[in-house]
């Protein structure tokens, strides 16, 4: 599980900000209890952030286990193991991911949003789903709230749902 696998990441500790310690080095030295639940806080805040902006990343969220979602799994796994720099590297590397994956994903949102209003009203959002092969059920999977228009937070939703 935990330690291996984040012997295989990055293989750098990313410091805390205002600590100047990795989170590896958090509490040595000190009892760790204090610093660990800090460290341990400030991971799960951060993977809650995530998972509230990118729910399809929860175990059973989408069609098809998103490729990052293994990396959330071993987060939770290190934290509740209390290895915090392993959680840390894994929560890192779901971030790094995220901003890899959404940014085409965020370009090709942009070209069919012909006028650049943000969303994609019924006629950009119908040439869009021409233009990728989709049906009447992508479509109706896409637009989230109802409104008749497809937003890029929706549209990214879909894209890390269902690929």
Request: charged share 30%; aromatic share 8%; glycine share 14%.
């Amino acid at each position: 599980g935990c330690a291996a696998v984040a012997r295989q990441g990055s293989g750098a500790s990313v410091a805390r900000q205002g600590s100047g310690k990795s989170v590896g080095e958090v509490g040595k030295g000190d009892g760790g209890g204090a610093k660990d639940g800090e460290v341990k806080h400030a991971v799960l805040e951060e993977l809650q952030k995530v998972l509230d902006e990118h729910p399809y990343l929860g175990a059973g969220k989408s069609a098809q286990p998103h490729p990052l979602a293994r990396w959330v799994g071993l987060c939770r796994e290190c934290i509740q193991q209390k290895k915090f720099d392993a959680a840390e590297d894994h929560l890192k590397r779901v971030q790094v991911g995220l901003r890899a994956e959404l940014k085409p994903v965020a370009e090709a949102f942009r070209r069919f949003d012909v006028d650049d209003s943000g969303q994609l009203d019924a006629q950009e959002f119908r040439y869009m789903c021409a233009y990728l092969g989709w049906g009447e059920e992508e479509a109706d999977l896409m637009d989230l709230d109802g409104d008749g228009k497809v937003s890029l937070p929706e549209f990214q939703a879909f894209v890390g749902a269902y690929g």
